[in-house]
Structures are given as C-alpha cells and as structure tokens.
C-alpha cells in the first residue's frame, strides 16, 4: 500500500522557518519525482517545488524560490521541504505528492500529473 505522510507544520511567525517531511511506505521515493503543493482555504492548490533524483532535477515555483529549499534523504526515505522566511500568505495545508511524468510535464507542477497525495500538514503563518 503506497503511503505518503507530511509532518512539520505547526504556527510560526513572520520570517520564521519550518521544515517539513513527507515520508513514504511502500514505495521507495527515488523511484518517483516528489513534489510540495498547497491549498489554502478558497484557493486552487497550488504546486511549489519538486524533486527528481533519478534526473538530478530540482525545481521551485516563483512564489519559493529563494526562499523554499527541498531535499530527499533515500536513507529515511523521506523528502524535506525547508522553509525560510514565511509570509503569512505562505498560510495554508501543505501536501506532498508522487508523479511518473515525463520531466517536462513536472515543470507545470499541475496536481493533476501526481498522486498518492498525503493527508496534509497545517502551516500557519502568524503574529
């Protein structure tokens, strides 16, 4: 049974940092692109980065770069996403996904190209 588990959200103030984990079973993560999304309350999800090992393709979206670092650890099997000076518009559910596509659909980061999606993990950007 495939399983992808996000953790590491929590409320943190403006220009604080969080890391978050997106842990697998069943699966072994290097096989898939990995990607981050969100979803905030009334809004579309949005993709944020991915990471292909296979490939050794790292890719932000405009709204993290600079800001969101991810990593993947094969050991754990687990993948990171870093997150460093949070606006409060960073406030949302943040998501982890599996994708097969051909590297240049990863580009477009549209969640309909992942799946095995996570329950979710809350981050809330605050004073």
């Known amino acids: 049974q495939l399983q992808l588990v996000e953790s590491g959200g929590g409320l943190v103030q403006p220009g604080g940092s969080l890391r978050l984990s997106c842990s697998a079973s069943?699966?072994?993560?290097?096989?898939?692109?990995i990607g981050w999304f969100r979803q905030a309350p009334g809004k579309e999800r949005e993709g944020l980065s991915f990471i292909r090992k296979s490939a050794g393709t790292i890719y932000y979206a405009d709204s993290v770069k600079g800001r969101f670092t991810i990593s993947g650890d094969s050991g754990r099997n687990t993948v990171y996403l870093q997150m460093n000076s949070l606006k409060p518009e960073d406030t949302a559910v943040y998501y982890c996904a599996t994708s097969r596509v051909p590297l240049s659909l990863l580009f477009l980061l549209r969640p309909s190209d992942f799946g095995s999606w996570g329950q979710g993990t809350q981050v809330t950007v605050s004073s």
């Open positions: 069943g699966l072994r993560l290097d096989s898939y692109a």
